[in-house]
């Protein structure tokens, strides 16, 4: 069914809270796994149904934030959303208590049970009002991110139309687009402040009710981390902090030679050849219509996924007005489609989505049909970007219809991308520990805590007494620190692992494409540390696989400088 052409019906949550009530009773009643399995999947089926309702609106309150219709719904679903897990660990807390629990998880998987008893960790009936409240703040956060009307060079524009601004081959323009972007957070500083700090103090309230030390180890379960502790993640930044980051500031002092400056600055970040970066070639119509014709020669499979995709309008990509910031993929199950988000803004960030957020998509679509039980369909985060972050690298013999002669330079940035962005997402993981470990830190003590960890992890960078950044206060930008604690040291690890896809790709192209495949056929059936290993991947909290895996990365940009 074509996206605009979905119904939109108001679950109604008392009548589901009723029936999940009653599939409790019969799984208490239940006289065998067999029963039980039964009961477990009408219970997905029913959520499905309520997921698809509320990410539908999600979807259109993201795509229009001014939308009264669905800003009213979006409230509603926030409301409920906490009422509804209530519901749900009744349920299962008697399922992961069943007698028949070993022939459960013969029929449903290990992992599932596994991964209940993180939830069940994770969540009490006392704290629903201060989830109600969690909701109500990120929302209030994306709304007034996505409210940015910034004035600019004539014209008024979003965060997102201010990107190919702050890759300007003239340095007055790139800075000046950054101290636009900051004056913006500037003017609303209080606002961003105190949304945050009562974040943080909400956050810490759950943890301390759930008998946690903090929230540290509250949002590790809430992650799904199932393979791995908060203290493992560190040793995992501390890798990278000894063998990636000494490589990150050799890329910088070579791409400061590269566009011609002697006295690097923040706001010479993002241009990475002196004539210009390499943006793709053409109107956001012929960028879609390049994607579909890279994915239709891919495999059949992912041939299969774009036709889907296409024929069905499952996209909104363009920078508008009102818009939520950001890109993300996620999914309607009762239509066992993925949708696909973004803000195209002209750069090769806009060609990115096509690869990465279609990277989860396609996995989405593939797992619909290779894992039955709709929970593990999807594995923990480190997982799903995974796929997203390898596709990026798996489609490279397709790049040139989007970037032409720019090819080159394209791929040599996007290698060194993927390294630079290590180092930040263990800075923007580190400073949310460093933040749930001291709730009573003020906006000001946050901001230093952020540019003290700016230090270890990106030494390179001078912000040359910018607005909003030189103050400490460039990690309101990052949404997810905002609205998904903890979401982002998974990335880093994924893009361990898509280097691994890349270095095998560059071998051989086949056998690389076939164990990605091997990969997302798995879905979520294993912990991310297993999926690796099932494939024959090494996991990023292996013993020197950053330092191997990274230093391979930098000797191939190494070899494929271009000016």
Same mark, same amino acid.
């Given at each position: ?40 999947? @009408?219970? @997905? ?23 009264? #219709? ?103 323009? /790139? ?36 008998? #946690? ?207 630079? #962005? ?29 540019? /003290? ?23 309101? /930008? ?57 494939? @024959? ?27």
């Amino acid at each position: 069914m074509i996206f605009s052409d979905i119904p939109y019906e108001r679950p109604d949550y008392a009548q589901v809270f009723s029936q999940l009530d009653a599939l409790t009773a019969r799984l208490e009643k239940a006289s065998s796994a067999g029963e039980q399995a039964a009961i477990y999947k @009408e219970v @997905e089926t029913l959520l499905g149904h309520v997921s698809t309702q509320a990410t539908l609106c999600s979807i259109r309150n993201s795509v229009d934030t001014r939308d009264e #219709f669905y800003e009213k719904e979006q409230a509603y679903h926030d409301e409920q959303a906490p009422l509804l897990e209530d519901k749900l660990q009744a349920f299962h807390k008697a399922l992961v208590a069943s007698p028949y629990r070993a022939g459960l998880e013969q029929e449903l998987g290990s992992l599932l049970f596994k991964n209940l008893e993180l939830e069940l960790e994770s969540f009490s009936p006392e704290i629903i009002p201060l989830m109600q409240e969690e909701n109500k703040l990120t929302t209030e956060y994306q709304k007034l991110y996505a409210s940015a009307r910034v004035p600019f060079m004539g014209k008024t524009v979003t965060i997102a139309q201010l990107g190919p601004y702050k890759e300007s081959t003239d340095r007055a323009t /790139r800075r000046a687009a950054l101290e636009a972007e900051g004056g913006f957070f500037d003017q609303h500083r209080e606002e961003f402040d105190r949304i945050f700090d009562k974040l943080v103090k909400n956050r810490t309230q759950q943890a301390k009710a759930l008998g #946690f030390e903090s929230f540290v180890e509250l949002g590790a379960r809430r992650r799904g981390r199932n393979c791995y502790t908060p203290q493992e993640s560190a040793a995992f930044r501390d890798a990278v902090v000894a063998d990636l980051v000494p490589l990150t500031v050799k890329l910088k002092q070579r791409q400061a030679k590269r566009i011609g400056v002697g006295d690097f600055k923040f706001h010479d970040n993002a241009l990475k050849f002196k004539d210009g970066s390499a943006t793709p070639q053409g109107t956001p119509e012929e960028i879609m219509a390049a994607g579909q014709k890279m994915y239709e020669e891919l495999s059949p499979e992912t041939a299969a996924f774009i036709h889907m995709m296409f024929d069905n309008d499952l996209f909104d990509v363009l920078a508008k007005e009102g818009k939520a910031p950001g890109g993300y993929c996620t999914s309607l199950e009762d239509y066992g489609t993925p949708f696909i988000f973004s803000n195209f803004n002209g750069t090769s960030g806009d060609v990115d989505v096509l690869t990465h957020e279609a990277g989860h998509a396609f996995a989405d679509y593939i797992a619909n049909e290779t894992v039955s039980i709709r929970a593990l369909r999807c594995p923990t985060m480190e997982g799903a970007e995974t796929h997203s972050m390898s596709m990026e690298f798996l489609t490279a013999p397709w790049h040139h219809l989007f970037f032409g002669d720019l090819t080159d330079k394209y791929e040599l940035s996007h290698a060194e991308d993927a390294l630079l #962005f290590i180092p930040y997402g263990c800075l923007v993981d580190h400073f949310q520990e460093e933040i749930y470990r001291h709730p009573e830190y003020t906006p000001e003590e946050r901001n230093q805590a952020w540019l /003290r960890l700016e230090k270890r992890y990106r030494p390179y960078i001078d912000f040359d007494g910018l607005p909003f950044y030189a103050r400490g206060a460039g990690w309101q /930008r990052q949404l997810h620190i905002y609205l998904y604690p903890f979401y982002y040291i998974d990335y880093c690890m994924a893009q361990v692992m898509s280097l691994q896809f890349f270095a095998l790709s560059l071998e051989d192209r086949a056998a690389a494409w076939q164990k990605y495949m091997d990969l997302v056929r798995l879905g979520g059936t294993k912990t991310f540390i297993d999926l690796a290993h099932a494939v @024959e991947l090494r996991s990023p909290l292996d013993a020197g696989c950053v330092k191997d895996v990274c230093t391979a990365t930098f000797q191939w940009t190494e070899e494929h400088l271009t000016e």
